[in-house]
C-alpha cells in the first residue's frame, strides 16, 4: 500500500507541474499583446517628443529668418515668405501643418517690441494607437526673435552693395557725437575715409569692409565690420500726394502745396509750415539766396532732386509732431538714379532727417542742425563739409537712426 501511496504522489506532482506550465504559457500568450502594445505606445511617444523638438527647431529657424527680413526692411509679405521657406527648408510639411507669422507678437512679453513671432502647426501621423482612433495628433511650436539696436547712427547707407557707400574726403573736419555712421553695403570699403578728412564718431559700422586712409577717432575699439544691416527707420513714412491747384513759387513768403515746376529759390524767402511737394524739376537755392521755414517738410516727387548753392543760406527744421515728425527732406523712394545736394553758408542749419532711401546725398556744406541735429538716411552719402552732429534729438521729433542690430531668440 505504501508503494502505491507513492506512485500517486508522484504522479500527481507530475500532472501539478504539467498544469502550472500550462498556465504560465497561457497567462504569457494572453499578455503578450499589452506588452507589445506598451512597447508600441512607447516608440510611438517617443516619435511624437522627437517630432515636437524638430518643430520647434523649425519655429525658432522660422522666428530668425523673419528677423533677418525685418532688419534689412522688408515689408510684411516678404517677411512671412522668409519665414514660410525657411520652415519648409527645414523639415515643416505644409501639406499637413499652417504656419502663423506676427510682427509684433500676439502674445507674451514682447508685444510692443521690434519682434518676429512664429507659430507653426504640424499634423503627426499614429502608428500603433491608429487600432484606437484615426485622429491625427497636433503638435505645435512658438518661436519669438527679438532685434535690438546696438547704437544709433548720424548717418545710414542704405545701398547693399555700393563701393564707397559712405564717403569721407577732403580736408572736412567732422564730429559726430552719441551716435555711429552704419553702412549696408557688403563691398570692402563700404565706409571710406580718404584725402585728409579728420573724423570723430562713436562707431563706424559696416555690413562689408571700413577703409580708412587716416585714423579715425571712436569711443569703440575699432570699427565693426561684417554686421547685420540697419532696418530703414522710415520705411512707415507715407507718400505726400500731390495737391491742386500748383503754388505760384515766386513769392517771398510761400505756402504749402504742389509746385509743379520744381522750386527755384532766390533772395529772401520764407517757407510756411507743413508738406510741400516738389515735381517737375528740382528744389534749387540758389547763390546768395537767403531761405528759411520751421515745421516744413520737403518731399521730391518723381524724379526732383535737391541743389543747394555754397553761397545760399539756409535754415529750415522739420515738424516736431505729426506723420512726418523730424523729417526734413523726403526723396521718392522709386527714384534710385537721383542725386542730391546739400551745400551752404556756415550759418546754414538743416534741422531734422535728409531721407532719400535710394538715392545719393552730397553733403558738402558747412553746417547742420539746431544743436547739431541733422540725420541723413541714404542710398549712399558724400560727406565733406566742416560739421557737428549730435544725435541727443528727441526734443526736436526726430527717430533715433539704427545702426548695428542684434537678433537674439528669447522665447
Same mark, same amino acid.
Given at each position: ?85 525657411? +520652415? ?56 519669438? +526673435? ?266
Amino acid at each position: 500500500m505504501e508503494w502505491r501511496a507513492r506512485i500517486f504522489t508522484h504522479v500527481f506532482r507530475s500532472l501539478q507541474g504539467i498544469g502550472e506550465s500550462g498556465n504560465v504559457a497561457t497567462i504569457f500568450a494572453l499578455s503578450l499583446p499589452i506588452v507589445v502594445g506598451a512597447a508600441g505606445l512607447g516608440v510611438e511617444t517617443s516619435y511624437w517628443y522627437y517630432s515636437s523638438l524638430k518643430l520647434q527647431a523649425v519655429a525658432d529657424a522660422a522666428a530668425y529668418a523673419g528677423a533677418l527680413e525685418k532688419v534689412s526692411g522688408s515689408d510684411k509679405p516678404t517677411i512671412v515668405s522668409a519665414a514660410t521657406l525657411s +520652415a519648409t527648408t527645414n523639415g515643416w510639411e505644409p501639406a499637413t501643418g499652417t504656419i502663423e507669422v506676427f510682427i509684433p507678437p500676439s502674445s507674451g512679453p514682447n508685444v510692443a517690441k521690434k519682434a518676429v513671432e512664429v507659430i507653426v502647426h504640424q499634423k503627426l501621423d499614429r502608428f500603433f494607437t491608429a487600432i484606437f482612433t484615426q485622429n491625427s495628433v497636433g503638435a505645435q511650436a512658438r518661436a519669438v +526673435a527679438l532685434i535690438t539696436d546696438a547704437s544709433k547712427a548720424c548717418m545710414q547707407a542704405r545701398d547693399p552693395s555700393a563701393s564707397k557707400a559712405v564717403l569721407f574726403s577732403g580736408s572736412s573736419t567732422t564730429k559726430l557725437t552719441g551716435c555711429s555712421v552704419m553702412s549696408n553695403s557688403i563691398a570692402a570699403d563700404a565706409i571710406k575715409l580718404q584725402g585728409s578728412a579728420n573724423l570723430q564718431v562713436d562707431c563706424l559700422i559696416s555690413a562689408g569692409g571700413v577703409s580708412l586712409n587716416n585714423p579715425v577717432t571712436t569711443v569703440c575699439a575699432s570699427p565693426i565690420t561684417q554686421a547685420l544691416p540697419a532696418g530703414d527707420p522710415f520705411i512707415d513714412l507715407p507718400t505726400p500726394p500731390a495737391t491742386t491747384p500748383c503754388q505760384n513759387s515766386r513769392l517771398s513768403t510761400l505756402t504749402p502745396g504742389t509746385y509743379c515746376s520744381g522750386l527755384s529759390l532766390s533772395g529772401n524767402v520764407v517757407l510756411s509750415p507743413g508738406i510741400y511737394v516738389i515735381q517737375g524739376g528740382d528744389f534749387k537755392a540758389n547763390s546768395n539766396a537767403n531761405i528759411s521755414g520751421d515745421g516744413v517738410i520737403i518731399y521730391l516727387a518723381g524724379s526732383s532732386g535737391v541743389s543747394m548753392n555754397g553761397n545760399a543760406t539756409i535754415k529750415l527744421s522739420a515738424p516736431t509732431s505729426g506723420t512726418y515728425s523730424g523729417v526734413l527732406f523726403y526723396g521718392n523712394k522709386g527714384n534710385p538714379t537721383g542725386s542730391n545736394t546739400f551745400n551752404g553758408t556756415a550759418d546754414s542749419l538743416l534741422t531734422g532727417g535728409l531721407y532719400f532711401p535710394t538715392q545719393a546725398v552730397n553733403y558738402l556744406g558747412n553746417f547742420s542742425g539746431k544743436g547739431g541735429c541733422t540725420q541723413v538716411v541714404a542710398g549712399t552719402v558724400q560727406w565733406s563739409g566742416n560739421t557737428s552732429i549730435s544725435q541727443d534729438c528727441t526734443s526736436l521729433g526726430m527717430r533715433d537712426i539704427p545702426a548695428a542690430q542684434s537678433i537674439k531668440l528669447v522665447e
